[in-house]
């Protein structure tokens, strides 16, 4: 099997001066998924280290760069599944941990649960000697400088919200299996304990080797209410190519609950897609050493690995 | 159409000294939801109603009764749906509320958000003014004492994970509206912050209007696994009985990740089912002013609801 990454940075609105951040952001994380599928790594450290270099990123909504809860603090969902048994492990509003996708891998392997919750979770870091960092590490100007402005009565409490950012990646490996990533800071404001569809099997996230991998950004709620990344997988299980299966189940979460949203999707036979029912999607794949990328609908940029990397 | 009511009391292996607390119990949440099916009420009134007289009842693993977590300490997950619209409202790890399915209701009608997890749980509890009680009042003796017990280093540690009782219900009342509701205190030494099936979307529940309604319970981790509740619902979908729906699902979930539990069931015409691949789960249910319940594989025991509310 030729190994095949898609990553995302997130469904939205991407404000005109992120754009270029968030491009080079998507590429860079695509590259280095690649890397390690081409040397034979597994699609799940692919997914992961894909993860962690957006959740490093300030320029996404994950990890470094995350949104404000409505008292000012980070708290994060992150999931992460294996294709091959099912197994999955996840996070939900962590706080003061650099990278949730780790965490929840951790979840995954050392633990006999799937999703460790909020003081929990951290517990369980300091059990696995993950240091814990200030809350304000993962804090940017930028999150700041927006939160506080959410504040003065006369700003528009929609607009924010609308910040997109979760990351995500999926990948299939030289062996055949698929495993799937999301990590977020989640909505803008929300309030404390607030968990979204990031956390939650089936939504944020769903990889199976009988079928392919998913993971989902966009309104949280509105993917829980449809189960939307194992929605996708149901539609392929019925025939249907990973495009048609993720503009199916993007249109029933618009038509059945007013919810937009995005999806990236890697099939166990190697096909992929990226599709969106919002404004602007990130997007960057890579297979056959040839890597695609794009923003809006029908933008899709291509060039050599070799070329991206000497550009970087 | 004619109002149907169908509530479980946990899958799993039920003590030879527990049988009859839980059959009387199962017995008056469903004849309790019954009721208000009957006076026009809604399904959403009936499960949260049925869930939350087995949340009072010591017999059953949610609210008072539920089992301890390493520390010792009751933390409780659980979840609330609407077919009509897909809204639902859940609670994970909370901790000193009474009963978790009606904070899980407030979650879906007073805020935006599905989840709210723990502390933040317990922050909307209070501004709600639901009251926190002492956690001492959701332990019971008997959870205390088998709890202690397991700390014993010739203990069986796998003996107690077997401990079943998560409860839930499904409804269809006399508009044709599903709704579901699974309330649980998860599983006996698991870690702190330890999130299962019952506040995960798909898992513990799901309910859909164009379909039915499903509540599960078992092995928390592999019902996460398959997301089991949305999958029932899709072998509906493609054409299945509830029963055939339920066994598929179950015998897949045992095959695939190797866990057991059980489910049940109504679908969106009246057809209901109670299924389970452990050696017991407690079930009642009542249509057509009958009540039907039983807890082994086979067993169904059947009286008018006047016969059986004079027995009470």
Not at 56 to 61: E, V
Not at 71 to 88: Q, T
Not at 200 to 226: F, L, P, Q, R, W
Request: net charge negative.
């Amino acid at each position: 099997m030729k190994p095949v990454i898609v990553v995302h940075g997130g469904a939205g609105s991407i404000f005109k001066d992120r754009e270029e951040g968030a491009r080079s952001g998507i590429i860079r994380a695509a590259l280095k998924g690649y890397s390690i599928l081409k040397q034979g790594g597994s699609a799940l450290d692919a997914v992961e280290d894909a993860v962690v270099s957006m959740e490093d990123d300030p320029h996404f909504n994950a990890g470094c760069g995350s949104v404000l809860n409505e008292k000012g603090e980070v708290e994060m969902d992150a999931i992460i599944m294996d294709g091959k048994n099912l197994a999955s492990g996840a996070v939900s509003a962590v706080k003061c941990i650099a990278n949730p996708i780790m965490l929840a891998r951790l979840v995954m392997e050392k633990t006999e649960h799937m999703l460790l919750t909020d003081h929990g979770a951290n517990l369980f870091a300091k059990a696995m000697n993950i240091p814990e960092i200030p809350g304000e590490k993962l804090i940017t100007e930028r999150s700041w400088e927006r939160w506080s402005k959410k504040l003065e009565a006369d700003s528009n409490p929609q607009e924010d919200k609308k910040e997109s950012g979760t990351v995500g990646a999926v990948a299939i490996d030289n062996e055949g299996n698929v495993a799937c990533a999301t990590s977020t800071g989640g909505l803008s404001n929300k309030l404390v304990g607030r968990v979204g569809d990031s956390a939650c099997i089936g939504s944020g996230g769903y990889a199976d080797n009988h079928v392919g991998a998913v993971s989902t950004t966009g309104h949280g709620e509105s993917m829980m209410k449809v189960v939307l990344a194992r929605l996708v997988l149901y539609h392929m299980e019925q025939g249907m190519t990973p495009e048609k299966a993720a503009d199916t189940a993007l249109n029933y979460m618009k038509t059945r609950v007013g919810g937009l949203g995005g999806v990236i999707v890697v099939s166990n036979s190697g096909d992929w897609t990226a599709r969106f029912s919002t404004k602007q999607m990130s997007w960057a794949t890579v297979k056959d050493d040839w890597l695609q990328y794009g923003i809006y609908t029908g933008e899709m940029h291509t060039s050599s690995v070799a070329e991206a990397l000497g550009s970087k």
